[in-house]
């Protein structure tokens, strides 16, 4: 087994992580841990309440950035955008540390490969 295991990276991301030199830069997409996320009234929100709970969930993701920066710092890595999407997610580019320290963060839900898509034929 390698030197990568956590339960926000996926095992195939975590096998690639472990394969990489130490100064190799990977691209994520890091889903920040908002408070209520994973709530669902089950009831359809009005366009009013979708765009509150959007703006409530992008404020939430923005106060981990501070946390996120520090540890992209520390290990040579940035941001690839300013603030979080609407699902509370920003992209980075960083090394395969700066993967594991960002999932050792309690303000980290879990961190996807950057993967291009591919169009089907």
């Not at 956590?6 to 394969?19: G, M, P, Q, V």
């Not at 309440?49 to 940035?78: H, K, N, P, Y």
């Amino acid at each position: 087994m390698g030197k990568t295991r956590s339960k926000k990276i996926s095992r195939e991301f975590a096998t690639r992580l472990d394969r990489l030199a130490g100064d190799e830069r990977v691209r994520a997409v890091v889903l920040l841990r908002t408070p209520g996320g994973a709530e669902a009234s089950g009831k359809r929100q009005s366009p009013g309440e979708r765009a509150a709970a959007i703006e409530a969930r992008r404020a939430s993701a923005e106060r981990a950035l501070g946390d996120v920066d520090q540890v992209l710092a520390q290990f040579g890595g940035r941001r690839l955008a300013k603030k979080p999407d609407a699902l509370g997610s920003i992209p980075v580019e960083t090394t395969a540390d700066g993967i594991r320290a960002l999932a050792s963060s309690r303000r980290v839900q879990a961190i996807l490969e950057d993967q291009p898509l591919h169009r089907i034929p």
